[in-house]
């Protein structure tokens, strides 16, 4: 089967792919021909060599192409095909429903989990209706709030990551975009369960790290992760947005360098060709990096659980200076102030505070009078 799509240094495989095409067909201008199996053979290998060599040579920009390619499968199929019981949980019980954004209850290898997965949608139709992945501050306010129900029942969280930013619109601005973002990373840093974020495309902006703010943050091979887009960022830098690819160079967005920078935990090998060609083969290298790093947070507790994932991301950076001592994680753990060390003590004992209290009360009053 030819691809329907092909990005623009695809060309020579889009021409081996449309003569293979026509080997397999056994029909032609002259009528039934026998199929070639040996010559249709060797055309696979060809394509395949030639994907290989192509694509282990991409260039930040290219890689950002096949991060947005149409094809790549999306959020809702692999919630679609990981999950069993999949319970759709809608509305953010303020304003109203966001469907750039999936959520709800599911089972993985028979355990409850929560699943938020940020859908662009497959065709014209669903991208209007889905906002291209553009989530709305109701969006992440029903995240917030299943967040918080998943903790409650001490439920793991799975978010899948797709989208080129936060929907910038006057409404949404209107209805404090800014603060429902902010509420969500701050959500995500409070869990007691482990939160695993999965950059299955773009990762772009605020949009993402608001369900990226994870116990581990995996990406696919071929996704991108940034605070602006290659074209808005070379807009501002050389007002031309046709420099992309000095753009999407300056910003490290690619897995590979994200992973040397510390700031993604993990990277899924994707298919030759991207994930788009192969979706039951990335379907099971994601299943693999789920079951392996929920398992790896069985035997921690809540307080252990929060500590990892605040320390990974005081950890960022680190190692280029800002910390001499980059490697003492007990170091890197948020210290309270007096005033709020006070009000958790007295919180633990309200009661002894109340008597004491009383006691002083009493024997203050004695004084005054006698």
């Not at 001490?154 to 973002?181: H, L, S």
């Not at 992309?244 to 090998?269: G, R």
Request: proline share 3%; aromatic share 8%; hydrophobic share 40%.
């Amino acid at each position: 089967m030819v691809m329907k799509n092909y990005l623009n240094f695809e060309n020579e495989v889009k021409e081996l792919e449309t003569q293979l095409d026509t080997l397999k067909d056994p029909y032609n201008k002259e009528g039934i021909s026998e199929v070639n199996t040996s010559e249709i053979s060797s055309f696979e290998e060809k394509i395949n060599e030639r994907l290989k060599k192509i694509y282990s040579n991409l260039n930040p920009w290219q890689i950002t192409q096949v991060a947005r390619h149409e094809d790549r499968p999306k959020a809702k199929y692999f919630i679609e095909n990981l999950f069993d019981d999949f319970i759709s949980l809608s509305g953010d019980r303020f304003y109203g429903e966001d469907k750039s954004v999936i959520t709800g209850f599911a089972k993985f290898n028979n355990k409850s989990i929560l699943v938020i997965g940020q859908e662009k949608g497959e065709n014209l139709e669903e991208r209007l209706d889905r906002n291209f992945g553009m989530m709305r501050p109701e969006g992440y306010r029903k995240s917030i709030r299943l967040m918080e129900l998943a903790n409650k029942f001490n439920i793991p969280i799975i978010t899948f990551i797709d989208t080129p930013g936060a929907y910038p619109g006057v409404g949404a601005e209107e209805r404090g975009q800014a603060e429902a973002i902010a509420r969500s990373i701050e959500s995500c840093m409070k869990l007691k369960v482990p939160n695993l974020s999965i950059i299955i495309g773009e990762g772009g902006s605020g949009g993402a790290i608001a369900l990226a703010s994870a116990s581990k943050v995996i990406m696919l091979e071929n996704a991108i992760y940034s605070v602006i887009s290659p074209e808005g960022c070379a807009t501002i830098l050389w007002r031309d947005p046709k420099k992309t690819l000095e753009a999407a160079t300056a910003m490290k967005l690619t897995s590979k360098e994200l992973f040397d920078l510390n700031i993604v935990d993990e990277i899924i090998e994707e298919p030759t060709g991207g994930a788009h060609r192969d979706r039951e083969k990335t379907l099971e290298n994601i299943r693999i990096s789920i079951k392996k790093n929920l398992e790896n947070f069985e035997n921690l507790n809540d307080e252990e659980i929060i500590l990892q994932r605040k320390n990974k991301f005081l950890k960022i950076g680190r190692r280029e200076g800002f910390s001499i001592k980059s490697d003492n994680t007990s170091s890197l753990s948020l210290k309270n102030n007096n005033i709020d060390i006070l009000l958790e003590k007295i919180q633990k004992n309200k009661k002894t505070f109340i008597i004491f209290t009383v006691i002083a009360i009493v024997i203050l009053g004695l004084i005054y009078f006698l």
